[in-house]
T-cell receptor
Framework: GNSVTQMEGPVTLSEEAFLTINCTYT??????LFWYVQYPGEGLQLLLKATKADDKGSNKGFEATYRKETTSFHLEKGSVQVSDSAVYFC?????????????FGPGTSLSVIP | DTGVSQDPRHKITKRGQNVTFRCDPI?????LYWYRQTLGQGPEFLTY????????KSRLLSDRFSAERPKGSFSTLEIQRTEQGDSAMYLCASNRRGATEAFFGQGTRLTVV
């Protein structure tokens, strides 16, 4: 079945460091790919998305490129801030097989220290 | 606020009691989803509604769980005879047919003592 794997956390970085969170997926059909973010005490927010191969999603300085050949969607940011501390979830939605339900990875906790 | 709304935000109940949660999706969204999130894990799919029809249920949804969406608008999730293992965050999400992403509510945190 469809699934998402992402790097284990927690990840601790100093402010202004470069961030990469790896994500790979297994899916039938043609999934859309997402990164959701969950700040402490809050609900899930969509951070960025990509709907087809080679698309790049971007938002708030974060980027991720849909790589069909490697089934990956790694999240990157060039310079993290303390306010980026949160849990990041890679996810997919496969319209051909799953009524658009979103399948999530286990999440990666990020802590950014000043 | 026109986002997905969930009520209550927090619920503490004794083992064996029944609880009911409510979700109000974004008004023009005909698709509604329930998820469960335990500590340190990603959300897990529970069930899906298209309008008032419940079209998919996860194996996670035991016989003690029931969900409804009677008029295709708000939805309720009921857990009967709660167990400590039911303690989790219950998330609701909605979107329109053809949309690629879902919008999530703040969740209802259930604690069974």
């Amino acid at each position: 079945g469809n699934s998402v794997t992402q790097m284990e956390g927690p990840v601790t970085l100093s402010e202004e460091a470069f961030l990469t969170i790896n994500c790979t997926y297994t899916a039938t059909g043609y999934p859309s790919l997402f990164w959701y973010v969950q700040y402490p005490g809050e609900g899930l927010q969509l951070l960025l998305k990509a709907t087809k191969a080679d698309d790049k999603g971007s938002n708030k300085g974060f980027e991720a490129t849909y790589r069909k050949e490697t089934t990956s969607f790694h999240l990157e940011k060039g310079s993290v801030q303390v306010s980026d501390s949160a849990v990041y979830f890679c996810a997919l939605s496969d319209r051909e097989t799953s009524y658009d339900k979103v399948i999530f990875g286990p999440g990666t906790s990020l802590s950014v220290i000043p | 606020d026109t986002g997905v709304s969930q009520d209550p935000r927090h619920k503490i109940t004794k083992r064996g009691q029944n609880v009911t949660f409510r979700c109000d999706p974004i008004s023009e969204h005909n698709r509604l989803y329930w998820y469960r999130q335990t500590l340190g894990q990603g959300p897990e799919f529970l069930t899906y509604f298209q309008n008032e029809a419940q079209l998919e249920k996860s194996r996670l949804l035991s016989d003690r769980f029931s969900a409804e969406r009677p008029k295709g608008s708000f939805s309720t999730l009921e857990i009967q005879r709660t167990e400590q293992g039911d303690s989790a965050m219950y998330l609701c999400a909605s979107n329109r047919r053809g949309a690629t992403e879902a919008f999530f509510g703040q969740g209802t945190r259930l604690t069974v003592v």
